[in-house]
Structures are given as structure tokens and as C-alpha cells.
């Protein structure tokens, strides 16, 4: 099994990500990346307790050795519950806030070797590959990101249309032993800290796109590969003052393809607009990497829920009636989302020997989120009232004798003395209001992509035929006598 310290090693691999006009010498040191690399380390090493062999791990087919259960391609119902568990365990090592940890391209991953036939409709050899590099991945317990969104350029043009056609990540030459790739491609959440990058495109292509249209992988080391990261929220001070933004921000990335040379063995779908949209949907693939996003995303909430009674247990409103009411509200939309996700199971059909979760509840949680997240973040804001700015500035106010006494007197509460009760305000502070925690926000509104795209979706496999039946059927309903 992979641990942590082998992981941590093996970033010290010559890429180059860029941060403050600089090229980041080791993420693993850096400021930016040194925590969440660690945050990451941490669940190789629960990954590879021993203690947690069975809930952690399955046999691989090929080496006979213990390998993560994110791999695992579902066969039965007990199989999706598992890969649950182990998710759920992750999960709540960094409390639902790494969405992009290893275990959720391995789920896309996982779903696109359960149908290899898939591949093989535009030639055996893309087939192989698939099935090769996911074997590859799963047995040596690879942390691969994805960047599969073009780039907010010009979004009322297709991408071979643009004005440099090298504008999007896409084939710029073809040769013997593999493709060149040239442009850029985002929003790779991870890839400073990860192990590979997935190159594809979730977006419909149109003909003329057919350079962008591929599926590829390639190591975040490859020469000619960059990384642009957003503005990173782990300096904003110190670990006690945002204790979330310290350890947890997974960062999110541009990725730059600078005429990056990719093997054929690395590519699964080469040209081919059609195979590149089907892929979400005429394999588990997508189904099975947001049964682990839907399942960190419940135990965020979990989190959430948590944050809230502790805040209304400290300030003595837990008995208040309006608050009682707003806490009943956001447990029912918790518990609604915890629900949504064991459907995902329990609804499940299987294919060709394959447990798919269940469409109708995903996209049916999927359609919802960005709106009821919002609502459930809106609801504690409302319970704080001022809790969180009228905070001291810092950890470092309590150092100063000279204020010190003001603080213990003014800013404790009936149940907590004044450091204990502005730990846990900061805490919250960091995950619903600081840099943060609006970039959580964000990222949770437009998580499945815009919400009508997951409406669409539902739509479109919601079962219309049981639901029209009722009503013909009461149509047909004889004159009451």
C-alpha cells in the first residue's frame, strides 16, 4: 500500500506550478500547498491502516495485493455500499471540504474500465489502454485530477472556431508513437498536489471539434505542462485563526499544455467528438466518481449541521423557538441529501454485470444543490447574527495582557470561556464566510455545472412511462354510477 511519506516523495518530481509570478521549487514545502499535501498524505496512511484493511481495501485482479476500494468497479449493491464507506472515511478526515481527493477521478476511472467495449468502438487498441492505465492507477494507488471545462474565453464560439485554434487544450500533431497537445484546459482542482492530470471534455462538442475531442492522461510532470493556480487561501494566517483554510484548500488550477507530448498508451478516445460526449453517459463513469462527490458532500453537511448546534449551544439559543425552527429546516435538507445519496445505492440497476447508481437520484441531488446549498449556508448566517465580526482580530490579541482581561469578561458565554467560544467561531467563520469559505460556496453552486444542465438531465431519464401511465389510467376510469 501507498502511505503518505511515499506520496509526499513523489511530488518532488521537477513540475512546475506557479504561484506569485514564481515557479514553485516543492509543493510539499510551500506555503500554498504544504498543508493539503499533507491533508492528502493523511488518507493514504488511513487508507493503509491496517486496522481498516476490510473497509479500506479489495484484492486487486491483477497482483492479488490490497488496493483501494475507490478502484473497485461494483458488481452488486453490497460493492456500492462499500466504496461508499471507504469514501465516507475519507470524508471525514478533512470534515466533506477536499472534493477532488483521490477517490473521485478513481470513481470515473472505475466506471469507464466497467465498460472497456465502450473504447473499443473506435478501435481495440484505445480499449487497452483504458483498461492498462486504470490497472496502472489502481494498483500503485495514483492520485490523478481532472481538467475537463474549456476555458472562459470566448463561450459564444465552439472551440475549433476560436481565434487561435490552440486556444483549447487539443491534438496540435500526430506522430508514430503518440499526439501533441497545445492550449488550456481548467478547472484542475488538485493538480498542483496530484500524481496525473485526466484531459478531456465534459462540455458537447460540435463537428469542427474534433482536435478537442479526446480523452487522455498525462503525468503532472510532464515537460511542457503548467500550472496556473488560483490566489491560495492557506496564507491567510495562521492555523488557529482559519483552521480549514490552513489544511484543507485543495487549490484549483489552469492547466497549460505547451505542446506536452502524450504516448498512445495514454490516450482512450483520439478525435472523436461522439465517443467524447458519451463517455459521461453511455458508461457508469460519471455516476460512479459523484457517488463519492455525493458522499463527501453529505458529510460536509453533517459537518454543517454540526457547526450549527454547537454555535446555538454555545450562545444559549439552542431552545429558542425560531431557532429550533431554522435548525429543523436545515436537519430536514441534510437528511433529505443523506437520503438522495443511499438511493443512489439501494436504486442502483445493474448492466452487463455492473451495479450503475441510480441516475434519477443523482441528478435529482445534482439539480438541487446549488440551490439548496445556498439556502442551508443562508440559515446558520441567520442564527449567528454578529458572532462572527465582533471576533478579536487574532489568536494573537490573547498574548497582550493589557486586553486580555476584556476579552475573558466580555467574549465568553454562559457555557464556554472566551477562547473556547471564539475557537469554534472562527471555525465556522472560515467555513461559511472567509476566502475560503466563499470559494466552497461557489464551488458547491456549480458543482454538477449550471443546475439546468442536471434538470436536463433528470429530465430526460425521470420515468415518464409509470408516470403517464397513472394518468391514462385514470382517464380510463368508468362514469361513477
Not at 466504496?83 to 477536499?98: H, K, V
Not at 481532472?146 to 472551440?159: G, H, T
Not at 465556522?428 to 458547491?444: C, K, L, P, T
Request: with cysteine; proline share 5%.
Amino acid at each position: 500500500m501507498r502511505i503518505g511519506a511515499d506520496y509526499l516523495r513523489s511530488l518532488k518530481d521537477g513540475r512546475r506550478v506557479f504561484v506569485d509570478g514564481e515557479c514553485v521549487a516543492d509543493v510539499t514545502a510551500h506555503p500554498a500547498f504544504r498543508q493539503a499535501a499533507r491533508s492528502i498524505a493523511n488518507l493514504y496512511d488511513i487508507a493503509a491502516a491496517p486496522e481498516l484493511r476490510e473497509r479500506m481495501t479489495f484484492t486487486s485482479p491483477k497482483t492479488a495485493k490490497p488496493v483501494q476500494r475507490a478502484w473497485q468497479i461494483p458488481h452488486s449493491h453490497a460493492d456500492l455500499r462499500a466504496r461508499r464507506l471507504f469514501s465516507e472515511t475519507w470524508a471525514e478526515a478533512t470534515f466533506g471540504l477536499m472534493g477532488r481527493a483521490p477517490d473521485h477521478v478513481a470513481g470515473f476511472f472505475a466506471g469507464y474500465a466497467a465498460k472497456p467495449g465502450f473504447f473499443a468502438a473506435a478501435g481495440q487498441h484505445f480499449a487497452d489502454n483504458l483498461v492498462a492505465f486504470y490497472e496502472f492507477m489502481r494498483d500503485h494507488h495514483i492520485y490523478c485530477s481532472y481538467a475537463i471545462v474549456p476555458p472562459q474565453i470566448d463561450r459564444s464560439k465552439p472551440a475549433h472556431k476560436q481565434s487561435d485554434p490552440t486556444l483549447y487544450a487539443g491534438v496540435v500533431k500526430e506522430r508514430d508513437d503518440g499526439i501533441v497537445i497545445s492550449g488550456a484546459q481548467q478547472l484542475a482542482t488538485g493538480g498542483a498536489i496530484s500524481d496525473y492530470i485526466h484531459l478531456s471534455c465534459i462540455q458537447p462538442l460540435q463537428p469542427g471539434d474534433e482536435n478537442y475531442a479526446n480523452c487522455l492522461a498525462v503525468p503532472v510532470s510532464a515537460e511542457g505542462l503548467k500550472l496556473y493556480p488560483r490566489k491560495p487561501f492557506s496564507r491567510a494566517g495562521s492555523a488557529v485563526d482559519y483552521p480549514l483554510s490552513s489544511r484543507f484548500d485543495e487549490s484549483d488550477s489552469y492547466v497549460i499544455f505547451d505542446k506536452v507530448f502524450v504516448p498512445w498508451e495514454h490516450v482512450f478516445i483520439y478525435r472523436n467528438v461522439e465517443l467524447s460526449r458519451d463517455q459521461w453517459r453511455k458508461t457508469p463513469s460519471h455516476l460512479l466518481g459523484n457517488h463519492q462527490a455525493q458522499t463527501r458532500y453529505v458529510t460536509k453537511l453533517r459537518f454543517m449541521a454540526g457547526l450549527a448546534q454547537r454555535m446555538n449551544e454555545t450562545t444559549g439559543n439552542i431552545a429558542n423557538p425560531a431557532v429550533v425552527g431554522m435548525m429543523g429546516e436545515l436537519c430536514a435538507l441534510v437528511s433529505i441529501y443523506e437520503s438522495m445519496l443511499l438511493s443512489h445505492e439501494v436504486m442502483g440497476t445493474i448492466e452487463d454485470g455492473v451495479l450503475w447508481p441510480s441516475k434519477t437520484a443523482f441528478y435529482a441531488a445534482s439539480a438541487l444543490q446549488s440551490e439548496l446549498n445556498g439556502r442551508m449556508l443562508e440559515l446558520i448566517r441567520e442564527m449567528a447574527g454578529s458572532a462572527f465580526i465582533t471576533l478579536p482580530s487574532s489568536d494573537a490579541d490573547f498574548d497582550n495582557p493589557e486586553i486580555l482581561s476584556d476579552i475573558a469578561r466580555y467574549m465568553g458565554s454562559g457555557t464556554a470561556d472566551a477562547k473556547t467560544r471564539i475557537k469554534l467561531m472562527r471555525l465556522i467563520w472560515d467555513f461559511i464566510g472567509s476566502e475560503f469559505g466563499s470559494r466552497h460556496a461557489q464551488y458547491e453552486k456549480f458543482y454538477g455545472g449550471p443546475s439546468f444542465v442536471a434538470k436536463q438531465n433528470l429530465y430526460r431519464n425521470f420515468d415518464f412511462k409509470r408516470a403517464t401511465g397513472l394518468v391514462d389510467k385514470a382517464l380510463g376510469l368508468p362514469a361513477i354510477q
